[in-house]
């Protein structure tokens, strides 16, 4: 097992700071495994000629840009912003909306791809906003206000057919495999 891979591959799918006790936890090592292998992975990155920097604070760490690639990062960033949105995009925001909160598990289960980049994508679109669950270890994703007052919506349930797609049960099936099937007229197929 390479600790240094496992680091660099966690830290990159990371939308957010993860802590040393995470990464050890992660990982299968201690936290002074992880701290030694970070050393040499800012030795590695943490250099004026890496476009991929290791900031560590407050007992966190993550991937961040090299400061000196912060004026085209931000130009780029705007363009990002101001684009149309992809398909994939507009499907992992709908399944947002209508799903949320949501898991980055259960959304990879929904779409059946991994959809971390576009996760961030619309983090920095300001359209979907994440939060920490502490106490389950999981982050879950919403839309966000913004999201809302641009479709011009004052509650999710305005969108359409929302409570039909929020509590859909194929889709219950497909996320709680364990969960009793039930039998209603809109689940069951026709009879050829």
Known sequence: MSLTRNLESLLLV?????SLKKLAEQTGVTVGDV?????GLKEKYNRDDSGIQILEHASSVQFVTSPLASKLVTEYLKEEQAGELTRPALETLTIVAYRGPISK???????????????RNLMIKGLVESK?????????YTVTD????????TDISQLPDYEQLHVDERLEQILNP???VTTTEETTLPAV
């Open 14 to 18: 990371a939308t957010r700071p993860l």
């Open 178 to 180: 364990t969960m009793p």
């Open 105 to 119: 598990i259960q959304l990879d289960t929904i779409r059946g791809v991994n959809c971390s980049l576009i996760l």
């Open 146 to 153: 913004d999201f809302l007052r641009f479709l011009g919506l």
């Open 35 to 39: 701290e030694q292998a970070l050393v």
């Open 132 to 140: 920490t669950h502490k106490d389950k270890f999981q982050t879950s």
